[in-house]
């Protein structure tokens, strides 16, 4: 009996041995920024959606925000609703965070207009895959980033008008609602 746990307790031991040998676990790289579009245009679709892309990096508190925001109880079931949602990682400044980067994620970025737009920056496109939209859409063809301020909700919400027709009156003013619960007043 004894010799058998010992013969089974021994491959375990082994593996931990090995484990501790070769150092910290490797992760898998994140997918490419082309595949997550490529599978989130499919969804959309087969779903009669708009994919909305929010280009982002873990060290931007407004790229949260605005992750906070399409997720919310109150907010997530409109946007999931209406949009195939896919968050890119670019623009990692600790080279210990570069990892996390959507490989590809930049080049789509400046493709669709975003070369100086600061993040988190934002592009729709249709069933087909063609740009509807995208965030720089405040004066000067600045971007609005995460809609903080009363003219950059106004915006956002131009946007949810021109990108996803079927938002009722009624999700259109909650969503509205929610960001003007979070907006800072305006500067005068």
């Known amino acids: 009996m004894r ?31 082309d595949s997550l579009v490529q599978a989130a245009v499919k969804t959309a679709q087969a779903e009669k959606k708009t994919v909305l892309i929010e280009f982002g990096a873990s060290w931007c508190v407004w790229c949260r925000n605005f992750e906070n925001f399409v997720k919310a109880p109150d907010t997530g079931p409109i946007i999931t609703a209406n949009f195939v949602v896919v968050n890119l990682t670019v623009q990692e400044e600790d ?18 207009g975003g070369a100086r737009s600061g993040l988190p920056f934002y592009v729709f496109l249709d069933g087909k895959g063609q740009k509807i939209a995208d965030s720089n859409v ?33 999700d259109r003013s909650v969503l509205e609602a929610s960001l003007k619960k979070t907006a800072k007043p305006a500067a005068h």
Do not use: C, H
């Open 138 to 170: 405040m004066p000067g063809g600045k971007n609005i980033g995460f809609p903080a301020v009363p003219d950059e909700i106004a915006a956002f919400m131009g946007l949810i008008d021109k990108t996803a027709p079927r938002v009722s009156a009624a």
């Open 3 to 33: 010799r058998r746990g010992v013969l089974v307790l021994l491959p375990a031991l082994l593996v931990v041995g090995m484990a501790s040998y070769l150092g910290p676990a490797v992760t898998a790289a994140p997918p490419t920024a």
């Open 95 to 112: 080279q210990n965070k570069k990892a996390l980067e959507n490989p590809g994620g930049e080049k789509l970025m400046f493709t669709w």
